[in-house]
């Protein structure tokens, strides 16, 4: 199983970025996905997730701000950072799970960092 982020870097307050998650090694479109991100200092939090049939959520503090999207052909799953903050900089996780099949279905990646600062 391998899922690997890119995209990330530094970026002044009001721009874009665009993550991208590539995955290989489980069944892409049976897992829910999802971006997390961990701040220095705080706790890892669920800033995006879009579910097998392309429902999505958003943490509040990023909603009509960021998108996140999936392509089940080529694996992938991305996030569109629009009007970025210096309270997005963090590093940012791709996570792949099915918690109805238990905990050890829940796959990470590396993280990519983001860095927000003027």
């Known amino acids: 199983v391998q899922l690997v982020e890119s995209g990330g870097g530094l970026v002044h307050p009001g721009e874009s970025l665009r993550l991208s998650c590539a995955t290989s090694?489980?069944?892409?479109?049976?897992?829910?996905m999802s971006w997390y991100r961990r701040a220095p200092g705080k706790e890892r939090e669920l800033v995006a997730q879009?579910?097998?049939?392309?429902?999505?959520k958003y943490a509040d503090s990023v909603q009509g701000r960021f998108s996140i999207s999936r392509d089940n052909v080529k694996n992938t799953m991305a996030l569109q950072m629009n009007s970025l903050k210096p309270g997005d900089t963090a590093v940012y996780y791709c996570?792949?799970?099915?918690?109805?099949?238990?905990?050890?279905?829940?796959?990470w990646g590396q993280g990519t960092q983001v860095t927000v600062s003027s």
């Open positions: 879009i579910n097998l049939v392309h429902d999505v």
């Open positions: 090694g489980f069944p892409f479109s049976a897992y829910v």
């Open positions: 996570n792949a799970a099915r918690a109805d099949w238990g905990p050890e279905y829940s796959y």
